[in-house]
């Protein structure tokens, strides 16, 4: 492939084979504390493995408020923390309300949205939290 030029059907093809879906990411509230799960419904939830790395793709709605910062569990644990792996934001109903990086828990097996501002964010009833990361799986 080359920048700029058609790419044929067959070769976008085998570029999107291999997506699975990520039937239970779960919700977490309490991100520095004992994490609980909280309810959540999920929009979509992909991930694809290719040259030994994980892309995943997270977007679900809260069913509840969460207090103690907000994390969404990884499709397959983490071989190692890795810091910055991604975007994360947690969604209002047109605009993000909190967006910071995606931040692997110290557990390397969830995302934690943390704010510029070194903060962990919370997640309201009925907001979405949204990621998109890469890293190398165990």
């Keep these: 492939m080359v920048a700029g030029e058609p790419v044929s059907g067959a070769t976008l093809a085998a570029l999107q084979a291999g997506w699975q879906t990520f039937a239970n990411p779960i919700l977490?509230?309490?991100?520095?504390?004992?994490?609980?799960?909280?309810?959540?419904?999920?929009?979509?939830?992909?991930?694809?493995?290719?040259?030994?790395?994980?892309?995943?793709?997270?977007?679900?709605?809260?069913g509840a408020s969460s207090s103690g910062?907000?994390?969404?569990?990884?499709?397959?644990?983490?071989?190692?923390?890795?810091?910055?792996?991604?975007?994360?934001?947690?969604?209002?109903?047109?605009?993000p309300t909190q967006s910071g990086v995606a931040y692997m828990s110290s557990t390397l097996d969830s995302i934690i949205v943390v704010a510029f501002?070194?903060?962990?964010?919370?997640?309201?009833n009925g907001q979405s939290f949204r990621y998109s990361v890469t890293y190398q799986p165990a």
């Design 117 to 124: 501002t070194n903060a962990f964010c919370d997640i309201a």
């Design 28 to 62: 977490y509230q309490q991100t520095a504390g004992t994490r609980a799960a909280i309810s959540r419904t999920i929009t979509r939830a992909v991930w694809i493995e290719r040259s030994g790395l994980i892309h995943a793709q997270v977007d679900l709605t809260a």
């Design 69 to 95: 910062g907000a994390s969404v569990s990884l499709p397959k644990l983490a071989v190692a923390r890795q810091l910055v792996v991604g975007t994360a934001a947690i969604m209002g109903a047109s605009a």
